[in-house]
């Protein structure tokens, strides 16, 4: 898997786990302690997250760091239609 | 877990795994892409990691991201002797 497809899947999983929370972008913001945009920026995958801000983001949807990154690493492609 | 418990965890994994394989940090340094320096500084829990350069170091070490990840918050203290 290339960065550039983690950070993707990573911000497709992040965007489904608060989805499922039912929490807005302001608000995983606010739990998270981490600035809206900078939420947005990671949701869209385009950025190369740190080890700790995607802590921090783990935590505010309820989850462990590494459960968040088995969603992306476990990741099958939908089959094709 | 703050933020620098969660950088120094990851160094010591990180230098635990490599010591369990036989690598020198040269060694890693070549087989993951990164710079050796840059191994020093990560094993000494000096910075804060990108996740995709820990996906780098953790596919050296023939690990997961989401595995080498798990050692980190799984760690439990050694009872106090």
Redesign the interface.
Known sequence: ?S?AQ??VL?GRNIRAERYRLGLSQEQLAEVSGLHRTYIGVIERGEK?????N??KIAHALNL????L??MC?DFRKPASA
């Open positions: 898997m960065d983690l950070a990573l190369n997250i740190t080890i700790c995607c802590k462990t760091l590494w459960e990154i088995r690493e």
